[in-house]
């Protein structure tokens, strides 16, 4: 898969991209990510790539110019085009399992204020980490880009450990131990230690129902 990043600020994807899963997914070829600086597709002396609201308040407003530019260049026709805003569907597993499997994702990052409203017009959805507001729409790229990164082929290792994870099957995960058996008085449930497949599987079942019940029920009634 090829993702292209649209940013203002490429150096905060440095560290993110240079660690743990990402890196690993481009070792392996299974990822390649570009990171765009849109301040490259500017034409004036300071780079501008925001400037006031027309109607006046508060901030400043990404402009329209740099991000229609750099789609013109980028954009191939698999290219899927994702914005990333407060006001976006908010992200579940479901969505992050279908963007994998496409071809090419270009992730554009909105900041300040907000984006020129006709940015909107130019994008085939837009997205939302959660209901909360960022100081910008870099950190919610990157959970996008580790999200779909780590369902792509071979980038896991473990591809059947995916299947029992949280929101896979619309519950929570089950509470998961390792060694030691015994910390300070805190024991692993014994029926994890007897080495009986069956009994460990209905555990985890009606760990995972228990779990969801308590912490999103609403998950429950989807």
């Excluded at 006031?52 to 407003?61: E, L, R, W």
């Excluded at 954009?75 to 976006?88: D, E, N």
Aim: charged share 30%; proline share 5%; aromatic share 6%.
């Amino acid at each position: 898969m090829k993702i292209e990043i649209l940013t203002l600020f490429p150096k905060m994807f440095g560290s993110v991209l240079g660690e743990s899963m990402l890196k690993r997914a481009q070792a392996k070829g299974r990822l390649k990510v570009s990171v765009r600086n849109l301040r490259d597709w500017t034409f004036d002396n300071h780079k501008t790539a925001d400037d006031k609201p027309f109607g006046g308040g508060p901030g400043m407003v990404m402009k329209v110019e740099p991000v229609y530019l750099a789609l013109k260049e980028i954009k191939t026709p698999g290219s899927r085009v994702i914005l990333m805003t407060p006001q976006g569907r908010r992200l579940e597993q479901k969505t992050v399992k279908s963007l994998a499997k496409e071809k090419a994702l270009i992730v554009i990052c909105g900041h300040y204020e907000g984006v020129d409203e006709r940015i909107r017009e130019l994008v085939d959805e837009e997205i939302s980490i959660g209901d909360y507001i960022l100081t910008c729409g870099e950190i919610p790229a990157m959970a996008l880009l580790d999200a779909v990164a780590r369902l792509l082929p071979g980038v896991l290792g473990g591809e059947g450990s995916l299947e029992a994870e949280s929101f896979e099957n619309g519950m929570l995960e089950y509470p998961q131990y390792t060694r030691p058996a015994d910390f300070e008085g805190m024991k692993v449930p014994e029926v994890l230690l007897n080495g009986d497949h069956k009994k460990i599987e209905d555990w985890r079942k009606k760990e995972a129902i228990k779990r969801t019940r308590q912490r999103r029920p609403d998950l429950l009634t989807k």
